[in-house]
């Protein structure tokens, strides 16, 4: 399995931006698709976005695509989340994920091996 360690996580207020990282170590990272997940207060864990090793992604909703951005830096096993215009409906718990050779479809339906313990994320209105 794959470790996984969050960061980048804040306060902003509507409208702004913030980049979440996750550092992953281990020795198949390059195997793993990875992506992100979130669970806002009193909800149930959703998928946001995940990429695979070659860069190819899937977003939840147009909605997030518009305003998301997922990159994954292979040399640095190192995994983002660019968000943009920030509403205040994407305050959450963001959680880092990876999914043994796992198609992006398969990863957006769960079944993940590894999780980082989340990132908080607030957006103030």
């Known amino acids: 399995q794959v470790q996984l360690v969050e960061s980048g996580g804040g306060l902003v207020a509507a409208g702004g931006s913030l980049r979440l990282s996750c550092a992953a170590s281990?020795?198949?990272?390059?195997?793993?698709?990875m992506g992100w997940f979130r669970q806002a207060p009193g909800k149930e864990r959703e998928f946001v976005a995940a990429?695979?090793?070659?860069?190819?992604?899937?977003y939840s909703a147009d909605s997030v695509k518009e305003r998301f951005t997922i990159v994954r830096d292979n040399a640095k096993n190192t995994l983002y989340l660019q968000m943009n215009s920030l509403k205040t409906e994407d305050t959450a718990v963001y959680y880092c994920?990876?999914?043994?050779?796992?198609?992006?479809?398969?990863?957006?339906?769960?079944?993940?091996?590894?999780w980082g313990k989340g990132t908080h994320v607030t957006v103030s209105a």
């Open positions: 994920a990876a999914k043994y050779v796992a198609s992006l479809g398969s990863f957006r339906s769960g079944g993940v091996n590894s």
């Open positions: 990429i695979r090793w070659s860069g190819e992604s899937l």
């Open positions: 281990g020795r198949t990272v390059s195997s793993y698709t």
